[in-house]
C-alpha cells in the first residue's frame, strides 16, 4: 500500500498535543517524527498537508449508537423514561419499518463528518448488517439480546444466535467486529443471559448492556414496584422482575463487559463493576432527554473506571455528532473543572473507548491502525493546555478523515 506522510500543526499522542512532527503510514501506523526525517526514510511517500492550525487525532470512536432508530423525530416521547419506553413499544415497529438504508446510510454520513470512525451498532433485529459492511467505518456489531418471558426465550434465543452468526461472518474489508448487547436487567431472562454471555467468552466478542438508566429501573428490580410495575402487568402479564441488581451484576463477573448509562447505580455498585474490569458508555444528551438524570463521573474517577461518551441512537437524541454531544457533556458536568474534563472527554471517544472495545485504534502509535480525523481550529490556540477544549467548544465537522489509511470523501 502506498505511504503518506501526514504534516498538521499538533497531534495527539498518549493524551498530549506534540508540535512541528508527522505521521508516516499505510494501513497502519509506521513512525511519528519531524517531516523531514520522515521525508528522508520515506521518499516514495505522498505528503499531505494540513490547513493552519489543525490538530491530527485518531479517528473518533462512538461505542453506543441504535442506527435502526434513525427515523425517529417527534414520535417517541422525550422528557420522562417511562413514557418514552411506552411510546418505544407504540411506535417501534412503524419506526424501524420505516427506517431504509437511505437513512441508516445518512446516519453513518453524520457521524464520519463529525469524525467518527468507529462505530458500535445496537442491532435488535440485524436489518442494518448491510449497511454497516457498506459504511466506510468499522463497525463494532452489538447483536442486541431482548425477552424476559421464560415461554418465548429460545425462539429469541435462536433468532439472536442466527443474527450473531451472521455478523460473524462479514467479509474482513466490511470492517465488522462481532459483538453482543444484552438489552437491560428488566428485559432479559437470566438463563439466556448466562448463554449469551458465554458465546461472548467463547468467541471474545465485545460485550455490552443497558444498565441501570432510569429511577423506574432501580425501583422495579429493587421493589418489584413502581411505573415498569404497570408496564409489565399491561403488556407482559406479569408483576415479578426476572432478575435483580446484585444477580445481573453478577452475570458478568467473568467477562469486562461495556455497561450503557449506569446513571441510577450507586457507588457501591459502581466501585463492584470497576472490581471486575467493567466500564461505562455515558450517554449525556440520551440521560437528559429521557428524564433519567446525570451519570456521576466524579464517581468513576475517583474508582479509575474508564467511559466513553457515545451519541445513544436518535430514539434518544436529536443529532449522532460527537462534537454535539461532547459540547453536552461538558455543560451536564458543570461541576467538573473546564479544560481538564475536555482532555478526558478525548480520551473516552479516542484511547479509551478502543481499550474497551479491544480495537486497534483510537491512538497515533507505531503499529496502530490509521485511522485519523483532522480537525482545523480558528487559530493557534493561545495555551497549549487548552487545545481539547477548544477542540470540542469550536468544532461542528472535522475537516479530513482517514480510515485505514484512506482518505474518506465526507
Ligand atoms: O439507550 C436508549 C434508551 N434505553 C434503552 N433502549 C434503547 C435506547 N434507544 C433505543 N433503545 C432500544 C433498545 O435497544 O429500544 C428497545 C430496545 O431494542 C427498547 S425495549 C422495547
Ligand atoms: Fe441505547
Known amino acids: 500500500m502506498q505511504m503518506k506522510i501526514l504534516v498538521s500543526d499538533y497531534i495527539y499522542v498518549s493524551g498530549e498535543f506534540l508540535k512541528h512532527k508527522a505521521v508516516a503510514f499505510s494501513d497502519v501506523i509506521e513512525e511519528i517524527n519531524s517531516v523531514d526525517a520522515l521525508r528522508q ?13 489543525s490538530v491530527l487525532y485518531p479517528g473518533f470512536i462512538n461505542s453506543h449508537v441504535h442506527l435502526e432508530f434513525s427515523a425517529n423525530k417527534t414520535a417517541l416521547k422525550y422528557g420522562d423514561f417511562m413514557p418514552w419506553l411506552d411510546s418505544v413499544i407504540r411506535y417501534r415497529d412503524d419506526l424501524v419499518g420505516c427506517c431504509d438504508n437511505v437513512m441508516m446510510l445518512e446516519a453513518c454520513r453524520t457521524m464520519l463528518a463529525s469524525g467518527i470512525s468507529t462505530f458500535g451498532a445496537i442491532s435488535s433485529f440485524g436489518n442494518e448488517l448491510g449497511v454497516c459492511e457498506k459504511t466506510p467505518q468499522r463497525v ?24 450473531v452468526d451472521s455478523s ?13 448487547a444484552i438489552h437491560a436487567p428488566y428485559s432479559v431472562h437470566p438463563i439466556v443471559l448466562q448463554k449469551a454471555v ?23 428490580l429493587v421493589h418489584a414496584s413502581g411505573p415498569f410495575k404497570d408496564f409489565f402487568e399491561q403488556h407482559f402479564k406479569t408483576s415479578t422482575p426476572v432478575t435483580n441488581i446484585k444477580e445481573f451484576m453478577h452475570s458478568f463477573d467473568t467477562y469486562p463487559t461495556h455497561f450503557t448509562h449506569a ?10 463493576l470497576a472490581s471486575k474490569g467493567h466500564s461505562i458508555a455515558h450517554c449525556p444528551r440520551s440521560n437528559r432527554y429521557l428524564g433519567c438524570g446525570r451519570l456521576a463521573i466524579e464517581t468513576l474517577r475517583e474508582l479509575n473506571m474508564p467511559y466513553t461518551v457515545a451519541t445513544d441512537g436518535l430514539s434518544s437524541n436529536d443529532s449522532l455528532n460527537i462534537f454535539d454531544e461532547l459540547r453536552a457533556t461538558l455543560m451536564l458536568h458543570h461541576q467538573a473543572p473546564l479544560a ?8 473516552s471517544v479516542t484511547s479509551d473507548a ?13 503499529g496502530k491502525l490509521a485511522d485519523f480525523a483532522i480537525v482545523t481550529l480558528n487559530e493557534i490556540p493561545k495555551r497549549e493546555e487548552e487545545i481539547a477544549l477548544w477542540t470540542i467548544l469550536h468544532t461542528q465537522n472535522v475537516a479530513a478523515l482517514f480510515i485505514n489509511g484512506e482518505e474518506v470523501t465526507l
Open 198 to 220: 458465554g458465546v461472548a467468552k467463547k468467541h471474545k466478542l465485545p460485550l455490552s448492556a443497558h444498565f441501570l438508566e432510569s429511577q423506574a429501573e432501580r425501583e422495579w
Open 41 to 53: 526514510k520515506y521518499p516514495q511517500a505522498t505528503l499531505i498537508e494540513t490547513a493552519p492550525h
Open 354 to 366: 478502543a481499550d474497551i472495545l479491544g480495537l486497534d485504534t483510537g491512538r497515533i502509535e507505531t
Open 263 to 272: 446513571v441510577q447505580a450507586n457507588k457501591e455498585e459502581l466501585s463492584y
Open 168 to 180: 460473524m461472518s462479514c467479509k474482513k474489508t466490511s470492517l465488522i467486529t462481532a459483538a453482543i
Open 340 to 347: 481538564k474534563l475536555a482532555h478526558t472527554l478525548m480520551a
Open 140 to 163: 463494532v456489531f452489538f447483536n442486541e439480546l431482548i425477552g424476559s418471558n421464560a415461554m418465548y426465550a429460545d425462539m429469541l434465543y435462536n433468532d439472536f444466535m442466527q443474527r
